[in-house]
């Protein structure tokens, strides 16, 4: 079992950057894959990225190309989400999620654990 802990996000002028860290307790990290999802109000839970257990990534390709990087530390057990040139519509709750086994995640049913979230605001 793992628990995630968010951290890094908050109020932000569009155009900044903003790195979201999420620490891992447990052992097995190394086993999981992660990911990051966001939630806006009034819409559903969306896939941002994930990077498996060998660190291959993958990305909304609906989002701009190269405005998010995930990258994860397995001798921390902490995975990040780097956004670059923030705009008001990446205002959302970002939540960390990981996967057992490793493979592949870009939907939220495939998600094992969630952290709790933590809030991002972009203002325009």
């Known amino acids: 079992q793992l628990q995630l802990v968010e951290s890094g996000g908050g109020l932000v002028q569009a155009g900044d950057s903003l790195t979201l860290s999420c620490a891992a307790s447990?052992?097995?990290?190394?086993?999981?894959?992660m990911g990051w999802f966001r939630q806006a109000p009034g819409k559903e839970r969306e896939f941002v990225a994930s990077?498996?257990?060998?660190?291959?990534?993958?990305y909304n390709a609906n989002f701009d190309k190269g405005r998010f990087t995930i990258s994860r530390d397995n001798a921390k057990n902490t995975v990040y989400l780097k956004m670059n040139s923030v705009k008001p519509e990446d205002t959302a709750i970002y939540y960390c999620?990981?996967?057992?086994?490793?493979?592949?995640?870009?939907?939220?049913?495939?998600?094992?654990?969630w952290g709790q979230g933590t809030q991002v605001t972009v203002s325009s």
């Open positions: 999620a990981s996967k057992r086994g490793g493979g592949d995640l870009s939907r939220a049913s495939e998600v094992d654990y």
């Open positions: 447990g052992r097995a990290f190394i086993f999981y894959s």
């Open positions: 990077v498996s257990r060998n660190s291959a990534v993958t």
